[in-house]
């Protein structure tokens, strides 16, 4: 089968030569990571094959100890044996430890630059169920990239990500907005050379995962059955209340995701207060702890919070209190605690319709 073989830390080619033969053909790297060069082949079982290291370039003194280190190939490292998923939402266990890159092959941006990359991309397809927008994810302890595309070929792809990670998560995303009927090809490649296992998922993006589409909650008391599976978060958006608070080691713990920057899985609600009166919303997820918190304002990066979340009101239950102004709009976010996604039930009530 196909194999790969790796050689870190030393300038230089990895090239194969069978037993009794000159070199065989094998994928060439490209030179896109200095310390880090593979080739491929397709290797015939019983077969004996040679291995040779050759330094990178003799000025750059290319010379020194390296670590070897070969493995299969994942069966979707081509774009052409992408793996097919179908439906509307599901999930898989991936990874692209081995993968190369092919010839042609376009390295996915970041943040508007090309990341650091060694090419370690598998390949996903999928036609789209419906006219919806649809987040793609690759969730794991290593950083990856995701990107949607269209077109036939590798080397004449389209690039047709509407949204994609702005920040350095280990719960990387991209979202498309997709034709029904329209056939998609879903790219997951290494970020800072970072290669190992993932979940991939994929699921409708709620209606209100943005702020400018949050559902309008109205009266004095109110509950709403919600989901927060699918989203995403925005550019400007502001941080979530386990981001603001920071993150305990026992959390870092349980998500194994990068301390620097907590995941964010929001959605929004927009209330006009009826009444002057101090009011609380709570939101109890089926499976996870939403966070919760309260904003006044018009525009995403001009939103002021108010009141106070309650961090403790259960491992399934997020809460925020505040006084409300009569005929003031608020911005109610409901997240998830360490990127966690779920169900969940949102309440709103007045301390006096308690009473009552």
Same mark, same amino acid.
């Given at each position: 089968g196909?194999?790969?073989?790796?050689?870190?830390?030393?300038m230089?080619?990895?090239?194969?030569? @069978?037993?009794d033969?000159?070199?065989?053909?094998?994928?060439?790297?490209?030179p896109? =990571?200095?310390? #880090?060069?593979?080739?491929?082949? @397709?290797?015939?079982?019983?077969?004996?094959?040679s291995?040779?290291?050759?330094?990178?370039?003799?000025?750059?003194n290319?010379?020194?100890?390296f670590?070897l280190?070969?493995?299969p190939t994942?069966k979707?490292?081509? %774009?052409?044996k992408?793996?097919?998923?179908?439906?509307?939402?599901?999930?898989?266990d991936g990874?692209n430890?081995?993968a190369?890159?092919e010839?042609?092959?376009a390295i996915? *941006?970041f943040?508007?630059?090309?990341p650091?990359?060694?090419?370690s991309?598998?390949?996903?397809?999928?036609?789209?169920?419906?006219?919806a927008?649809?987040?793609f994810?690759? +969730?794991g302890k290593?950083?990856?990239?995701?990107?949607?595309?269209?077109?036939?070929?590798?080397?004449?792809?389209? #690039?047709?990500?509407?949204?994609a990670s702005?920040?350095?998560?280990?719960?990387?995303?991209?979202?498309?907005?997709?034709? *029904?009927?329209?056939?998609?090809?879903?790219?997951?490649?290494?970020?800072?050379?970072?290669q190992?296992?993932?979940? %991939?998922n994929?699921d409708?993006r709620?209606?209100n995962? +943005?702020?400018?589409?949050?559902i309008?909650?109205?009266g004095?008391?109110?509950?709403?059955?919600g989901?927060?599976v699918?989203?995403? +978060?925005?550019?400007?958006?502001?941080?979530?209340?386990?981001?603001?608070?920071?993150?305990?080691?026992?959390?870092? *713990?349980?998500?194994d995701?990068?301390?620097?920057?907590?995941a964010r899985?929001?959605?929004w609600y927009?209330?006009?207060?009826?009444?002057? #009166?101090?009011?609380?919303?709570?939101?109890?997820?089926d499976k =996870?702890?939403?966070?919760?918190?309260?904003?006044?304002?018009?525009?995403?990066?001009?939103l002021?919070?108010v009141?106070m979340? +309650?961090?403790?009101?259960?491992?399934?239950?997020?809460?925020v209190s505040?006084?409300?102004?009569?005929?003031?709009?608020?911005y109610?976010?409901?997240?998830?605690?360490?990127g966690?996604?779920?169900?969940?039930?949102?309440?709103?009530?007045?301390?006096?319709?308690?009473?009552?």
């Amino acid at each position: 089968g196909e194999q790969h073989l790796n050689g870190q830390q030393a300038m230089g080619f990895v090239r194969f030569r @069978h037993s009794d033969s000159d070199f065989l053909e094998t994928k060439a790297p490209k030179p896109l =990571f200095p310390d #880090d060069r593979y080739a491929t082949l @397709h290797a015939v079982a019983g077969t004996v094959y040679s291995v040779m290291v050759v330094d990178w370039d003799y000025f750059l003194n290319g010379m020194g100890p390296f670590t070897l280190n070969w493995m299969p190939t994942p069966k979707n490292d081509n %774009f052409a044996k992408a793996i097919t998923i179908k439906g509307s939402s599901g999930h898989l266990d991936g990874t692209n430890l081995g993968a190369s890159v092919e010839k042609d092959e376009a390295i996915p *941006k970041f943040d508007g630059t090309n990341p650091d990359s060694l090419g370690s991309s598998v390949w996903y397809q999928w036609t789209a169920p419906a006219n919806a927008s649809y987040r793609f994810g690759a +969730d794991g302890k290593t950083h990856h990239i995701v990107a949607v595309t269209s077109g036939e070929s590798v080397d004449s792809l389209k #690039d047709e990500t509407e949204i994609a990670s702005q920040r350095k998560t280990s719960k990387y995303f991209a979202t498309v907005n997709a034709v *029904k009927g329209a056939k998609y090809n879903i790219l997951v490649e290494d970020y800072h050379a970072e290669q190992g296992a993932f979940d %991939f998922n994929w699921d409708p993006r709620p209606v209100n995962d +943005d702020f400018g589409n949050a559902i309008l909650l109205v009266g004095k008391v109110m509950t709403v059955e919600g989901t927060n599976v699918g989203s995403t +978060d925005e550019t400007d958006e502001p941080a979530p209340a386990q981001e603001s608070a920071g993150t305990t080691d026992a959390q870092k *713990k349980e998500d194994d995701a990068p301390a620097e920057v907590p995941a964010r899985r929001s959605v929004w609600y927009r209330w006009i207060a009826p009444y002057s #009166d101090p009011t609380s919303f709570t939101a109890v997820g089926d499976k =996870f702890k939403p966070y919760l918190k309260a904003y006044r304002g018009t525009a995403l990066n001009a939103l002021t919070p108010v009141g106070m979340e +309650d961090s403790a009101a259960g491992e399934t239950m997020g809460r925020v209190s505040f006084n409300a102004a009569a005929g003031t709009s608020y911005y109610i976010l409901v997240d998830g605690a360490h990127g966690k996604t779920g169900r969940f039930s949102l309440s709103g009530v007045s301390s006096v319709s308690a009473a009552k």
